[in-house]
């Protein structure tokens, strides 16, 4: 015999509703929602479960009716969750019932956050989840914000630095554009997510590498948290240089002089390469032709070339000193190739303007000699 | 042809930018307020939702008008006031 579970909560509704198939109970018609499907189950199957619960289902039947209505306005997994937990869980849920966001319907989840100086959007079915953890963060944080902010782990060190910026000003987004920054963060957040296992391998070498840099690099970075996001840019590959850029756009600590020293510290590090404002440089092109007005040579024609230098034409104040050096030696070359290309189309030129001729004498007569024949008037 | 209103036109004329989600061609004050609440106050939030359902009229229309009460004239101008704002811009 199964033994049927006291919280279906957990289950999907698919399962519920082959659960309850399987047990012979008839479903409602149509689509439903989960709650409608939990109470079945728990009216039908749980009751088989512990015959002594029998008295059970009558009683939460009740309880769970009551709810109901105020429960309709949320939507699928929040209810039902709550009135499972309602029987065994009645003294943790007085406290709080936001200590489980899940549980939380749409119009709480905004409330609660909204709480925390954050405005979110429109929170559907596909945002619900984003805000449910956003709102798990928070809450966190929250007593934690009162404590100064030590940064034990570099793993918590992304959200720290929020947590920075949330000391500077109360919301670490602008009130005008909350919904757009809010969505940009919830992007940067799983981003971080990401680079936070690479940090944490990388701790011990950046710390090592800080305490260095940090004796190199003038008073200001004596916080905990600025010399660990930057150890972030710094151990994070170039390649990828939009993620700490962004992250340094978060926290709004002194970030101009964060990137100053950020770009110092990367300078000494890469030295070859270019220095650009979003730290993406390409890689050293073939000459500029055309541009700057260098001659514009045969190879020109070419289909590469052509690319190329529409390409390059944007960099060219960083790649000015080596192309020169380039033409000058390539210049001696194609300057004869470019006379014979002249002479070989003036040629074929001339041959199609005589072939073009109506009256053809002697096509030659013109330059052996004989002025003022019959010039073509077309 | 349909004859488009004042506002279609306002709105499909330029880029929505950060108007307000009253903005949009067959959004009344009431409509509006109702999708603020929600957190649709600004057009593009709005817009956002169209894009999601595909930019399929009859689904956002549906969902507009099972959401937010709006009616079916409402729900039909919303429509096709963000499509054609799509066609132009995006």
């Known amino acids: 015999m199964p033994e049927f579970l006291a919280d279906p909560s957990v289950l999907t509704k698919e399962k519920l509703k082959s659960e309850l198939i399987a047990n012979n109970v ?117 007593p934690e914000l009162g404590s100064s902010t030590p940064l034990p782990t570099v793993s918590s060190s992304a959200e720290n630095t929020k947590q920075n910026g949330n000391n500077d000003s109360d919301q670490y987004s602008d009130n005008e554009e909350d919904p757009k920054v809010e969505f940009r963060l919830e992007k940067r957040e799983p981003l971080k997510a990401k680079t936070k296992t690479p940090v944490t391998l990388k701790q011990r070498r950046v710390v090592e590498h800080n305490q260095q840099v940090v004796n190199r690099v003038p008073g200001n970075f004596k916080h905990a948290a600025p010399t660990l996001s930057i150890s972030e840019f710094s151990d994070l590959p170039r390649r990828t240089p939009k993620k700490p850029l962004m992250t340094a756009e978060v926290v709004e600590k002194t970030p101009a002089e964060e990137r100053r020293v950020e770009r110092d510290i990367l300078k000494e590090m890469f030295p070859y390469e270019v220095s650009t404002p979003t730290g993406i440089s390409a890689s050293c092109r073939r000459p500029i032709k055309g541009a700057a007005g260098r001659p514009i040579e045969l190879s020109d024609f070419r289909m590469e070339e052509s690319f190329s230098s529409k390409y390059v034409s944007k960099y060219v104040p960083s790649a000015d000193d080596k192309p020169e050096k380039r033409i000058t030696k390539k210049r001696s070359i194609p300057m004869w190739i470019k006379i014979l290309l002249f002479v070989v189309v003036s040629v074929f030129l001339f041959v199609v303007y005589q072939s073009m001729e109506t009256n053809q004498g002697n096509p030659f007569s013109k330059y052996l000699g004989v002025s003022d024949t019959d010039i073509p008037t077309d | 042809m349909v004859t488009r209103t004042q506002k279609f036109k306002a709105f499909v004329s330029e880029p929505m930018g950060d108007k307000d989600v009253t903005a949009v061609d067959g959004i009344n004050d009431e409509l509006g307020l109702k999708l603020a609440t929600k957190g649709f106050d600004k057009a593009y939030i709005l817009l956002g939702q169209f894009l999601l359902l595909k930019k399929d009229h009859a689904v956002f229309q549906r969902w507009l008008k099972g959401s937010y009460g709006a009616s079916p004239s409402q729900a039909q101008q919303c429509a096709s006031c963000l499509m054609d704002w799509c066609y132009a811009f995006l």
């Open chain 1, 26 to 142: 008839s479903l409602p018609g149509g689509e439903q929602r989960k709650d409608v499907y939990v109470q079945l189950y728990l009216q039908h199957l749980t009751a088989r479960n512990a015959p002594a619960a029998l008295a059970q289902p009558d009683f939460s039947s009740d309880e769970e009716r009551e709810p109901t209505p105020l429960g309709a306005r949320s939507r699928g997994g929040a209810a039902p969750g709550r009135k499972a937990t309602k029987k065994t869980d009645k003294p943790r849920l007085e406290e709080k019932d936001d200590l489980d966001v899940t549980e939380l319907s749409n119009e709480d989840l905004q409330e609660q956050l909204v709480k925390y100086g954050v405005t979110p959007g429109p929170i559907l079915a596909t945002t619900r989840k984003i805000y449910e953890k956003k709102l798990q963060k928070l809450k966190e944080q929250g």
